[in-house]
């Protein structure tokens, strides 16, 4: 199987985790900005993939499969480090990771009747969510916070994460409910 463009940049998105984590474990405001550079670009590839297979007519089963993992594989980690940090509660990446879980093994599940569901709206929102929301706590951790030109306070944090989470779980339920469709013959 060719590897297509998107593909690759999908994957690419992949290998930033490393660094975004070690510049985390920095623990310096110059690591957290630097960190948080890394991860904006990151995030912008999960919109490139997507816009290059599109423009480039490349959309492939793998792709659609791969870019949701990798989505996972980015922003998972990010939060167990912030929730490590005490800058993120641990009931909600607790929420997260379970939602994710379930809903790879409902798309493993899904992908062994040769059918793959891609991305709703709704879970492009979770994701874009999840980023803004981890986009915030490093910019409060980074030298923009830390020197007061720009900081988010604690009551906007705490309502971005309400919103990520009811999206979470929505777009979680979504999910199984268009894949019950599959593995059980229901509805339309």
């Known amino acids: 199987m060719k590897m297509t463009l998107a593909t690759k940049v999908t994957l690419m998105r992949l290998l930033l985790v490393p660094l ?3 510049l985390m474990a ?3 405001p110059v690591g957290f900005l630097c960190a948080e550079i ?3 670009l990151a995030s912008l590839t999960d919109w490139l993939d997507g816009y290059l297979a599109r423009v ?3 959309i492939t089963n793998l792709g659609k499969f791969l870019d ?4 996972k594989l980015l922003i998972v980690p990010i939060m167990i480090a912030f929730a490590a940090f005490g800058e993120l509660a641990w009931w909600y990446v607790v929420v ?3 939602r994710d879980t379930w809903v790879s093994g409902m798309r493993m599940a899904v992908a062994s009747n040769g059918v793959v569901i891609a991305a709703s709206m709704w879970g492009k929102w979770k ?3 999840q980023m803004a929301l981890l986009i915030v706590l490093f910019t409060n951790l980074s030298l923009l916070g830390q020197r007061d030109i720009i900081y988010f306070p604690e009551w906007f944090v705490w309502v971005l994460l309400v919103i990520s989470m009811l999206l979470t779980l929505y777009s979680g339920w979504d999910y199984t409910w268009k894949a019950r469709r599959v593995l059980f013959g229901e509805g339309k």
Request: charged fraction near 20%.
């Open 56 to 58: 480039r007519n490349e």
């Open 38 to 40: 890394v991860f904006i």
């Open 127 to 129: 994701t874009g969510s």
């Open 68 to 71: 949701q993992i990798v989505d």
């Open 96 to 98: 997260v990771v379970m």
């Open 20 to 22: 975004i984590l070690f």
């Open 26 to 28: 920095l623990k310096t």
